[in-house]
């Protein structure tokens, strides 16, 4: 190894994981992949970085309390009544799927290569996870079915934090001695103090929040600091029970009544991102490339049992009864990479398990590392092909996230959701978002552009984006944030009469200047939302007065031109192709609409053209818009 300064080792290192984050994020595909290529890149192969050699004694404590904070983070997430929330075929999945693929994948390695059997049962646990990390990315790509869609994410989600329990059971039961009426007495220690020490540790850090006794500002560091403490005490007074405890706690947390975790879960995401980003390329970076090419054959013979026979059997069984389709059911078996839980434990686990000299240990890295990158790599590559051949994917992504919550907003969330597209309504006004839930529109209520959005929006098959607020800077944020998800061209923005009247002056004294800043505001600016003659004002006047959703089919004998003649008094909104794709009419919309297209547009009824008496109901309909829209504009304000 090239001998250089620790500082700047590590601190490359860093720059490097959140580099491939960041380049990950871009290409949109797992980080996971990147991270090893980079440690072994930087390890094994040209050897400038040797983790045992640069961290020493430090290497042992750094795996240990890194590992300990992300199973913390991932047991967080586990909350039971989601659990039951999300379908049979999904709770199948974690409990009954994850036992077949730990029963076949632990008995083929057993075979394989002559592991002591304690060992083979914990590589079939580590592998039996999944995790939103790599299949949300896939689920981006590939773009399938809404049934496929749900079940593949929620499975993610909730596997990540079972499996770990499962894992660390597995792990501790070994240490105990794992056979004989002493092992299970001291697996049952292990038991009974983990629990206990995470349990307590859980109601004090749940009782100090809630009577905010804990200032705000120093919650998550509190939080950290009383983890990793847990943590080394469960360690001192049990041996190697301390990654158990802090689960447990997690899982606690979890399910606490009332037990306010959004911040938390934020700060603790962010600190596992950074840990993930580091601790993956040192665990790479340790990979014995000799290890990894010696069990050559019997690894790939593995991974196929993995990805062909183990995941079949487990989606086939967990969805018994259901009323998935043949193809989706092989859609779901063909998706199932591996990921941060198997990468981060098996090399922690490896080290410890070192002393106890039991047949198969040295095989758990490598044969993890060819599982995950094998599983994350053909799965990624295949997975469109794959779809196709079972005609699985969506045309496109047609799903719309509306911003903003005004009754224009709602009106045209409705149309969109009659017209059988998801959409969510995404705003911070309360009483409208409750409005919206009660019409049976989606919601989101909140900060579009926060952390908890990116937790909790699930925005798998949505390809638009309406920004509909009446706060411009919450627009032209939301423009900016999801730009690089949805793409510029599938981005629009609603006008406002004050809008026009800028866009449309001009100051001849100050003229380059403002063609300067009109260049910049530009740049950020999109599409207008159905057109550059379409107004809030304009579309709130047509919904107080009465103006209905209409549908209309654009055939060879009824042409585009033809419809807009005999609707004069009409707001085209968006259209359907052949394929059932979303087609958005915007200031950017040709005249030329094939046949086969069908247009939702608002139209006014020709006898609601006079002028209507104050009293009349419509007139109290539009003062209602105008009251509901300013109380979203106050509430933006604020």
């Not at 250089?4 to 490359?12: E, F, P, Q, R």
């Not at 013979?301 to 009864?321: N, T």
Request: proline share 3%.
């Amino acid at each position: 190894m090239l001998t250089l300064d620790l500082a700047l080792i590590l601190s490359g290192i860093l720059a490097l994981g959140i580099g491939a984050q960041w380049l990950s994020w871009y290409l949109k595909q797992p980080s996971i992949l990147l991270l090893l290529l980079i440690g072994i890149v930087i390890g094994p192969v040209f050897g400038f970085f040797d983790p045992d050699q640069a961290l020493g004694d430090l290497l042992f404590p750094f795996i240990s309390l890194g590992v300990a904070v992300i199973l913390f983070e991932g047991s967080l997430t586990l909350e039971f009544h989601e659990v039951k929330s999300h379908g049979r075929v999904v709770q199948m999945l974690v409990s009954v799927g994850v036992l077949i693929t730990i029963t076949i994948v632990s008995l083929v390695a057993y075979f394989l290569f002559e592991m002591d059997p304690k060992i083979a049962i914990l590589f079939g646990a580590l592998v039996c996870v999944t995790g939103p990390t790599v299949i949300v990315p896939i689920l981006r790509s590939v773009r399938p079915n809404k049934n496929i869609s749900n079940i593949l994410r929620w499975e993610g989600i909730i596997i990540d934090p079972i499996g770990a329990i499962a894992v660390v059971l597995v792990y501790e039961y070994i240490i105990s001695g794992g056979s004989g009426d002493h092992a299970l007495l001291v697996f049952g220690e292990i038991l009974l103090i983990s629990s206990l020490i995470g349990m307590i540790g859980a109601y004090v850090l749940a009782v100090l929040f809630k009577k905010h006794l804990i200032p705000e500002y120093l919650r998550n560091v509190f939080a950290l600091a009383f983890v990793l403490l847990l943590f080394s005490i469960s360690n001192h007074i049990e041996h190697e029970s301390g990654l158990l405890t802090v689960t447990i706690m997690g899982v606690a947390l979890a399910n606490w009544p009332k037990f306010e975790k959004d911040d938390l879960l934020d700060f603790k995401e962010s600190l596992s991102l950074l840990l993930i980003s580091v601790l993956f390329i040192v665990l790479a970076a340790r990979l014995d490339l000799e290890s990894l090419l010696s069990i050559g054959i019997p690894s790939l013979i593995l991974l196929a049992v993995v990805m062909f026979v183990a995941r079949p059997i487990s989606v086939w069984a967990s969805s018994i009864g259901s009323k998935l389709k043949v193809n989706e059911k092989l859609m779901i078996s063909w998706i199932g990479p591996r990921g941060i839980v198997a990468a981060a434990i098996s090399s922690l686990f490896a080290i410890k398990l070192e002393e106890y000299n039991l047949a198969g240990t040295e095989y758990l890295v490598p044969l993890v590392f060819v599982i995950i990158i094998g599983t994350v790599l053909i799965q990624s590559l295949g997975a469109k092909p794959i779809g196709n051949l079972l005609g699985v994917r969506e045309a496109s992504d047609n799903g719309v996230l509306i911003i903003g919550s005004n009754p224009v907003a709602l009106k045209v969330a409705q149309s969109l959701r009659d017209s059988g597209f998801d959409v969510i309504m995404a705003h911070n006004n309360y009483t409208n978002i409750s409005r919206a839930r009660m019409e049976g529109v989606k919601t989101y209520f909140g900060n579009p552009v926060s952390d908890h959005a990116d937790r909790n929006l699930d925005l798998i098959g949505f390809g638009h984006l309406f920004a509909m607020s009446m706060d411009r800077e919450l627009n032209t944020l939301c423009e900016i944030n999801y730009r690089h998800d949805f793409g510029k061209k599938n981005i629009y923005r609603l006008k406002f009469n004050d809008d026009r009247s800028k866009s449309n002056g001009k100051n001849k004294q100050n003229g380059e200047k403002k063609n300067n800043r009109q260049e910049r505001t530009d740049y950020w600016q999109s599409a207008w939302l159905f057109g550059e003659e379409v107004s809030y004002g304009k579309l709130a006047s047509m919904i107080a007065n009465n103006a209905k959703i209409k549908t209309t089919n654009i055939t060879e004998n009824y042409s585009y031109e033809q419809y807009r003649t005999d609707n004069k008094n009409h707001i085209a909104l968006f259209m359907i192709d052949k394929s059932g794709s979303l087609q958005v009419f915007s200031s950017e919309t040709g005249k030329n609409i094939d046949s086969g297209t069908k247009i939702i547009a608002l139209v006014h009824d020709p006898d609601n053209k006079k002028n209507i008496p104050s009293d009349n109901p419509a007139n109290k309909g539009q003062k209602k818009l105008k009251t509901l829209a300013d109380k979203e504009k106050s509430i933006d304000d604020d």
